[in-house]
């Protein structure tokens, strides 16, 4: 693989100088960062493969500037998911489509639709806005571990392997994209994301949600252990303070005034507030991950509103294969 000195910067017309070359930068949007390249050009999207260590049976969303520049990549949008893109984007929703015939095969690992997202934040708008192409990005981290939302995460991660990070802040979603296709005449939820159910309910009714637990390759979309610290975690419904002889970091709603002194605990919205706990969501693993803990536990969040994709996201977290 290419050796590169990674740069850090805000200047989409850098980032757009190496995708028109062949090469991968890291993208920020408003749910986490992704690591892009011309989602035309095989030879581009292989090296997203490589640099995150992706299994190739695992597929790429592809970004785009808004419905327009997805007709173009879709043999056809089907009314609802139409209705949604057009209510919703740009933001954290994903429509699975009929894939057209000008996107690889790689990018969608073989299967007959594309999964399709115009992300929100400007930075990214401003380097489709630049690019003659559409972007193939998946989360800018190594396959199975935590998705980053700071350009730090993406930094300490994949630091020389690739020769820039676009820098537009931390997320302000914080968990992925709700991925929304239609099948047998029915709206199907695939992944719980960004965008809630209940606003996709609120525009176009009721949904059916089919998310794939399993962690059969022959399943591509979500593998059960994903998201995942290095540290072992256990996801509790409220906790008891476990009873345990290993030193315990706590993930946490709001703030806890139960717990032994001197328990690590990490809040994620002293309000309660669920969006401003999927905001803080990744950062969080990851600080417990490095902290001087042995294990971490997890309290599951009420199952409303972005609590749902938090706590998938947690349940995945603490899989344990
Ligand atoms: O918010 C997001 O969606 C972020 C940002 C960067 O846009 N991207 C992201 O990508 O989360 P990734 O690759 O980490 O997750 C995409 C998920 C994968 O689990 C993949 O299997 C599924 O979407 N997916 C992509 N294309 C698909 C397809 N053609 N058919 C079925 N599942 C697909
Ligand atoms: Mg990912």
Redesign the pocket.
């Known amino acids: 693989m290419t050796r590169f000195t990674t740069a850090i910067g805000a200047d989409p017309d850098q980032a757009a100088a190496w995708l028109l070359k062949g090469n991968c930068v890291a ?1 920020p ?1 408003e ?4 690591l892009a390249a011309n989602a035309l050009d095989p030879a581009a999207v292989v090296r997203i493969f490589e640099i995150k260590n992706r299994p190739a049976f ?4 592809v ?1 785009v500037t808004g419905l327009e520049q997805a007709q173009g990549y879709a043999e056809e949008i089907p009314a609802p998911l139409r209705s949604l893109a057009e209510y919703f984007w740009p933001g ?1 929703l ?1 429509i ?1 489509v009929s ?1 057209g015939s000008n996107i690889p095969d790689l990018v ?2 073989g ?1 007959p ?3 399709l ?1 115009a ?1 929100a934040h400007p930075l990214a708008q401003a380097l489709l806005h630049a690019l003659p192409f559409p972007l193939a ?4 981290n190594p396959f199975g571990y935590i ?1 980053p939302t700071t350009a730090k995460h993406v930094f300490d991660q994949l630091q020389g392997k690739i020769p820039y990070i676009l820098d537009g802040g931390p997320c302000r979603v914080g968990v ?2 709700t ?1 929304v296709g239609f099948e047998n005449g029915q709206t199907t939820v ?2 719980l ?2 965008l809630a159910i209940e606003k996709i309910e609120a525009h176009i009714g009721p949904v059916q949600v089919q998310l794939n637990q399993s962690s059969n390759p022959a399943a ?4 059960k252990s994903h998201y995942a610290p290095r540290k072992p975690m256990i996801l509790l419904e409220k906790t008891p303070w476990p009873d345990e002889k290993r030193r315990i970091g706590l993930l946490t709603l709001r703030r806890r005034t139960d717990l032994p002194e001197h328990a690590l605990q990490i809040v994620l919205s002293e309000t309660g507030d669920l969006a401003e706990a999927a905001q803080n969501l990744f950062a969080a693993l990851r600080t417990l991950d490095q902290a001087d803990i042995d294990l971490i536990v997890a309290e599951s969040l009420p199952e409303e509103g972005l609590g749902r994709a938090i706590n998938d996201r947690l349940r995945r977290a603490a899989a344990q294969e």
């Open positions: 993208v949007t749910t986490v960062y992704g695992d597929p790429l969303i970004h954290p994903t699975l894939k969608t690992s299967l639709r594309v999964a997202r992300p990005a998946p989360s800018a998705s992925e994209s991925i695939y992944r994301g960004g591509p979309g979500m593998l």
